[in-house]
């Protein structure tokens, strides 16, 4: 069974920074498609970027293209989402997840197979 935790969440102004850490444990992670999400209070789940299993590949939404990075360490089982020129638009509760296809890059959230708990990011204005 996959476990992932994340870390990292926290609250930061207008235009700062923060990476958060996506722990993935009990199969071959490089076997797995990795993103995150996000959910903010009172609205549905959206997708912000995903990264193949050997990380050759990313994809983003739009809001995020330019400030969001996601690179994953197949070593250290760990994926990352680099923050950065943070709004206070993108406070949200953020979840990573995992999806038993290597080579692609998924997108849709009922594609994925595995979900974290969720890390929490409060952006100030």
């Known amino acids: 069974q996959v476990q992932l935790v994340e870390s990292g969440g926290g609250v930061v102004q207008a235009g700062g920074s923060l990476r958060l850490s996506c722990a993935f444990s009990g199969r071959t992670f490089g076997s797995y498609a990795m993103g995150w999400f996000r959910q903010a209070p009172g609205k549905e789940r959206e997708f912000v970027a995903t990264?193949?299993?050997?990380?050759?590949?990313?994809y983003y939404t739009d809001s995020v293209k330019g400030r969001f990075t996601i690179v994953r360490d197949n070593p250290k089982n760990t994926v990352y989402l680099q923050m950065n020129s943070l709004k206070p638009e993108d406070t949200a509760v953020y979840y990573c997840?995992?999806?038993?296809?290597?080579?692609?890059?998924?997108?849709?959230?009922?594609?994925?197979?595995?979900w974290g708990q969720g890390t929490p990011v409060t952006v100030s204005s």
């Open positions: 997840a995992a999806a038993n296809n290597g080579l692609g890059l998924v997108r849709f959230g009922d594609q994925y197979d595995y």
């Open positions: 990264i193949t299993g050997y990380g050759s590949s990313t």
